[in-house]
């Protein structure tokens, strides 16, 4: 089994910044994709960053600029380095990858997701 655990979140004031932390642990040969998503109140699930296993990263528009997403792969980690927060950031913030795993006699790429974070961002 594969797991996701992510942690940094919290309530920050307006223009501060965070720093959430995703760590894969379990049956993990290598780990492709990693990134983040988010579900603001009311709102449906967006991509906010991803990275490839090469380390190319991209970004939806809204964050540009304001964030930035890094992993280390000796610690099956990924970040999201999070500055300037305004109150429309305020979401649960999911991590993901696409991780080579054995299962079921072989070896199958598959999408894993963490549990979220609350990150809050008001004064």
């Known amino acids: 089994q594969v797991q996701l655990v992510e942690s940094g979140g919290g309530l920050v004031q307006p223009e501060g910044s965070l720093r959430l932390s995703c760590a894969a642990s379990g049956s993990i040969s290598y780990i492709n994709a990693m990134g983040w998503y988010r579900r603001a109140p009311g709102k449906e699930r967006e991509l906010v960053a991803g990275i490839t296993g090469g380390g190319s990263t991209n970004y939806s528009d809204s964050v540009k600029g304001r964030f930035t997403i890094s992993r280390d792969h000796a610690k099956n980690t990924v970040y999201l380095q999070m500055n300037s927060l305004n109150p429309e950031d305020t979401a649960v913030y999911y991590c993901?990858?696409?991780?080579?795993?054995?299962?079921?006699?072989?070896?199958?790429?598959?999408?894993?997701w963490g549990e979220g974070t609350l990150v809050t961002v008001s004064s």
């Open positions: 993901n990858a696409n991780i080579r795993t054995w299962i079921m006699g072989g070896y199958r790429n598959l999408d894993y």
